[in-house]
């Protein structure tokens, strides 16, 4: 008999190794390759030359380009994250019960988000051209024409509109699963005592909906950390540094100035800022009641 | 009380009315540019009409120039191989371990499935330098390696299959045991075909993120043989400064294959978020 379970767990380390392999090679062992280089001097063009301590760290200190891109990729975060989360949610609400009307435009809302976001910022890059669509739309309320991606007021807004577009069906999806979750009795109940949408909302939805928001704040703030895709396509992080997302300085570093050991250091960082911020959102929206 | 839900009515109407075509607008005049002349695009704008999202002269064209104009096709094949290999293999290896997690009990069986969810939570993305410095270790950069065997496994997969194999009774199996059948039998024969819909959801999951990988695809390749749709689209926009129409019918070919798909197989595609967002 133990013979036969020494067996079988054995063929279980079988059927999970090649999937361990790879996990350890292609996810794990990467991140601790960037600590590690983030402490060496690793030029692009020769490779690795050596460790230098934390010289890294103490340039990146005092870089104001860091500096700048930290704040901005803060900013650009906060922003996107609470709108997009809010909208999924009004939606959400508006969409929970499940109708041909609903449903139909529960899959329009959500189609942007399989549409890769190369093309949609592509896509975007027109609609914000001199001559694009929304200049278009603009001059039908008589506004006249904005230079939105080369505009250091409007940039980084473009960028959070079209992230927007992008996103925020796929949120509204994860809502309307936990709202569904919520067992009905409970506004039954609520409504025999008089409470109305709003006192609902309040006292049944919103905390019954921690463990949901809890997993879409998280998940959808580490994702818009690491935004590459839309600042390397649509403004290079300009003007003058309004869109220097942390990912893109990042791989501006590495892959245009080539310098390696400067770029880890950055995504070490980029990495302990994220950790930092969902670890406050867990503090935050830990959820205080179970059903 | 009847005129405040008729209020109400009417703005939840302009509520979704407004979203949805602030979701579609973008798209219809994707589509419908991309079977126009650039100067029927331009003048359409200005100022706007309703035919900028009526793809009026219907210049089909436009997508045999594109694919004369720029090796778009190479591309386009790139995408098509990296991205079938890599989720029927990526089946294989991610429903195997699911198998292993849900059925066996090993040491380090937990350590395994919580580096599973936290690399769930974890973007690719974060890991594009380093898995830089990697590779270029490896020798495998520029090569259909360095496309594929980084994406292999999907954490996601492995869960949902493992919550999947945790709810199939067992007694099939235990039977099958009896009867001398070996466990990659078993998995094969019997876990595998019940788990179709769990292997629907993570694989059509897994495509979609493959298709449409961008960074991590733009540094590891240089070789133009090798450059997968979603970068070489990009390089298409910056190296010949290409006609509206022509990215238009570029960004469509990008776009087309993966909504055909999703709006087949969405019902299995929502299942896979539903599952992710309630189960812990």
Known sequence: ????????????????????????TFRIVPIFASVIASFADYPVTQGFKGFVGFSNYQFLLLDKDVHNSILTTLIF???????????ALLCALLLKRSSKTTILLRVILFSPYVISLSIASIIWWLIYADMGLANGILRVFGIRRQPFLTSENWALWALIIMLLWKGFGYWMVVYIAGLNNIPESLYEAAQLDGAGGFKQFIYITWPLLKR?????????????????????IMTMGGPRGRTMLLAYYAYRTAFV??????????????????????????????????? | MSISRVVRKIGIFIILTSLALFVLVPLVWTFSGSLKRQSEIFADLNPLSWRAFIPSSLVIENYGIIFKRFPLLIFLRNSVIVTIVTTVIGLFV??????????FRFPGRQAVFVMTLVTMMLPFEVLVIPLYLLCRELRILDTYYALILPGLVHPLSIFLLRQFIMDIPTSLEESARIDGASYFRIYWNIILPLCRPALITAGLS???????????????????ELIVYQVGIVFFKNDILPQWNELFAASVVGILPILVIFVLLQRYFVRGITLTGIKE
């Open chain 1, 1 to 24: 008999m133990a013979r036969l379970t020494r067996e079988k767990s054995l063929w279980g380390v079988v059927f999970v190794a090649p999937a361990l392999l790879l996990l350890l």
């Open chain 1, 77 to 87: 975060v906060s922003i996107l994250t609470f709108v997009q989360l809010a909208l």
């Open chain 1, 212 to 232: 949901v928001t809890l997993f879409t704040v998280v998940a959808d703030t580490t994702i818009n950390f690491l935004i590459f895709a839309p600042v390397y």
């Open chain 1, 257 to 291: 100035y080539g310098d390696l050991g400067y770029a880890a250091a950055v995504s070490v960082i980029l990495l302990l800022i994220t950790g930092v911020v969902t670890a406050l959102e867990f503090r935050f929206f830990r959820a205080t009641y179970e059903y």
């Open chain 2, 94 to 103: 991610n429903s195997l371990a699911a198998y292993g997690l849900a059925r």
């Open chain 2, 206 to 224: 897994h495509f979609i993120l493959t298709w449409n990988a961008f960074f991590w695809p733009l540094i590891a390749v240089n070789k133009s």
